[in-house]
């Protein structure tokens, strides 16, 4: 996704975790932790500042098996959204 992408057409989210300020592998530590107690099917919202937590995320939905439904750019931080299998 681009940072031109309209904010509307994000994904609808059960479950919110703000990384801010976090680096590798807190986002990922927090977001696995938050996934853990959802329930399959619901959507969880990570934001992160970290710039290599794009591809730590990508890898971590193959890994994990939980699906990445979008990642959304802006100029401060990113917005990835997560599906709980």
Same mark, same amino acid.
């Given at each position: 996704?681009?940072?031109?992408?309209?904010?509307? #057409?994000?994904? #609808?989210?059960?479950?919110?975790?703000?990384?801010?300020?976090?680096?590798?592998?807190?986002?990922?530590? $927090?977001?696995?932790?938050?996934?853990?107690?959802? #329930?399959?099917?619901?959507?969880? $919202?990570?934001?992160?500042?970290?710039?290599?937590?794009?591809?730590? &995320?990508?890898? &971590?939905?193959?890994?994990?098996?939980?699906?990445?439904?979008?990642?959304? #750019?802006?100029?401060?931080?990113?917005?990835? &959204?997560? $599906?709980? $299998?």
């Amino acid at each position: 996704m681009s940072v031109s992408d309209p904010v509307s #057409e994000l994904p #609808e989210f059960q479950h919110d975790v703000d990384a801010s300020g976090l680096t590798c592998p807190l986002p990922i530590l $927090r977001a696995k932790k938050a996934l853990a107690q959802m #329930e399959s099917g619901q959507v969880l $919202r990570v934001i992160t500042t970290d710039p290599k937590a794009v591809r730590d &995320f990508q890898a &971590f939905a193959k890994q994990s098996g939980n699906g990445l439904v979008a990642q959304h #750019e802006t100029p401060d931080s990113v917005q990835h &959204f997560l $599906r709980r $299998r």
